[in-house]
């Protein structure tokens, strides 16, 4: 357990807790979707492959920032 996570990305409580929530969010959205697009194979054929490279470019931008 890392008890000093919130020094080392540089964030707040609530920063963090904001970012992750959101975070959080985004992937239960994309879960959603994921299951609509194996159903309707038509419907969003790429929304969810952005969306994984939206949050992985600022999944980038955290870590970059934390070196």
């Known amino acids: 357990m890392n008890f000093n996570h919130l020094e080392e990305v540089e964030?707040?409580?609530f920063q963090?807790?904001?970012r992750a929530l959101n975070l959080?969010?985004?992937l239960l959205?994309?879960?959603f979707v994921c299951?609509?697009?194996t159903l309707f194979?038509?419907?969003f054929t790429s929304f969810v492959s952005k969306?994984?490279?939206e949050i992985n470019s600022s999944l980038?931008?955290?870590i970059k920032k934390e070196i």
Do not use: Q
């Open 11 to 13: 964030e707040t409580y």
């Open 16 to 18: 963090h807790f904001n």
């Open 24 to 26: 959080s969010f985004n």
């Open 29 to 31: 959205i994309m879960a």
């Open 35 to 37: 299951f609509a697009h």
């Open 41 to 43: 194979p038509f419907l």
């Open 51 to 53: 969306k994984i490279k």
């Open 60 to 62: 980038d931008l955290l």
